[in-house]
Nanobody, 127 residues
Framework: QMQLVESGGGSVQAGGSLRLSCAAF????????MGWFRQAPGKERQGVAH????????YYADSVKGRFTITYDNAKNTLYLQMDSLKPEDTAMYYC????????????????????WGQGTQVTVSS
């Protein structure tokens, strides 16, 4: 069984940057796809970015393209999300997730396709 632990959230002003981390523990070999999601109060969980842990490209939601970068360090079994040019609408609880599935297309940021979730880390962006 795999566990995910996020860190790196916080409060920043608009235009600032944050870097989120997600450390994977346990049986990490099953995580072929990993992603970042976010959920604001009263809203559905939204896919932000996806990466194949074995390499092969990334996928971003339109709302974060050009501002966020997802990476995965195989040696450390850690997923990252570099967030630049943050906007107040980026305020949410951010979660990392993993699945054994090799996702394609928009499934890559579909929360229903993921099996394992972290506990979340809060990101607040003030104007």
């Amino acid at each position: 069984q795999m566990q995910l632990v996020e860190s790196g959230g916080g409060s920043v002003q608009a235009g600032g940057s944050l870097r989120l981390s997600c450390a994977a523990f346990g049986y990490t070999y099953s995580a072929h796809s990993m992603g970042w999601f976010r959920q604001a109060p009263g809203k559905e969980r939204q896919g932000v970015a996806h990466i194949y842990t074995g390499g092969g490209g990334t996928y971003y939601a339109d709302s974060v393209k050009g501002r966020f970068t997802i990476t995965y360090d195989n040696a450390k079994n850690t997923l990252y999300l570099q967030m630049d040019s943050l906007k107040p609408e980026d305020t949410a609880m951010y979660y990392c997730a993993a699945t054994y599935r090799t996702l394609i297309g928009s499934n890559r940021v579909d929360p229903a396709r993921y099996d394992t979730w972290g506990q979340g880390t809060q990101v607040t962006v003030s104007s």
